[in-house]
């Protein structure tokens, strides 16, 4: 079946270092949405990409969508504090639109 | 400041008892979700609701018996859970099946303790 791998598992930075987490899907995909998720709370949608070769900013976040739409990262610059907490991204299957195959997370730890 | 609102935000129940999880939204969408989460894993769909109709069962237990009485309304029946239900219980709630470039909405979820 569809799977979507995330890498790393966990990523621990001093603050003010770059993170990076990285999304491969086995098939082709529709969009992708990236979700975080802070210890104890909720996940919280961040965005959607669609296009092939995307890019999206949030201010110190970087989205991207790879040209075949299989694979997909999200950098953040300078990490802080408040970027502590687990970041999934969640793909749809060009040829089913009515399911997110979801990536297992990456936790990411921010030293002061 | 989530949108989404479920109660109880805790419940422990014993495995004959019978409750209910209560989710409510008024931004209008008209997708609703129920998805469970385990420590450390990403959320697993169990169902999804679309104009309040059921589209999506993810093959649940029959223990778990969901209802959509109308559009901002969705709640969850448990009955005869295990110990191994516990989990958090997350709703959403998304535009129509998650088409119009936005993700999903999810509310604070309910940590559910079976004994």
């Known amino acids: 079946g569809q799977q979507v791998m995330q890498i790393p598992q966990y990523q621990h930075v001093q603050e003010g270092e770059d993170f990076t987490t990285y999304c491969n899907s086995s098939?082709?995909?529709?969009?992708i949405q990236w979700y975080k998720q802070r210890p104890g709370g909720h996940p919280v949608f961040l965005i959607q990409?669609?296009?092939s070769g995307e890019v999206k900013k949030q201010k110190r976040l970087t989205f991207q969508f790879g040209e075949a739409k299989k694979n997909s990262s999200l950098h953040i610059t300078a990490t802080q504090t408040t970027d502590v907490g687990t970041y999934f991204c969640?793909?749809?299957?060009?040829?089913?639109?009515?399911?997110?195959?979801w990536g297992l997370g990456t936790s990411l730890a921010v030293n002061p | 400041d989530t949108e989404v609102t479920q109660t109880p935000k805790h419940l422990v129940m014993g495995m004959t008892n019978k409750k209910s999880l209560k989710c409510e939204q008024h931004?209008?969408?008209?997708?609703m979700y129920w998805y469970k989460q385990k420590a450390k894993k990403p959320p697993e769909l169990m169902f999804v609701?679309?104009?309040?109709?059921?589209?999506i069962n993810e093959s649940v237990p029959s223990r778990f018996s969901p209802e959509c009485p109308n559009s901002s309304l969705l709640n969850l029946h448990l009955h005869a859970l295990q110990p191994e239900d516990s989990a958090l219980y997350l709703c959403?709630?998304?535009?129509?099946?998650?088409?119009?470039?936005?993700?999903?909405?999810f509310g604070q979820g309910t940590r559910l303790t079976v004994v």
């Open positions: 959403a709630s998304s535009p129509p099946l998650q088409f119009e470039g936005r993700g999903a909405f």
């Open positions: 931004m209008g969408h008209r997708a």
């Open positions: 609701y679309s104009y309040e109709k059921l589209s």
């Open positions: 098939t082709t995909l529709s969009n």
């Open positions: 990409l669609v296009k």
């Open positions: 969640a793909g749809r299957n060009a040829g089913n639109n009515r399911k997110l195959i």
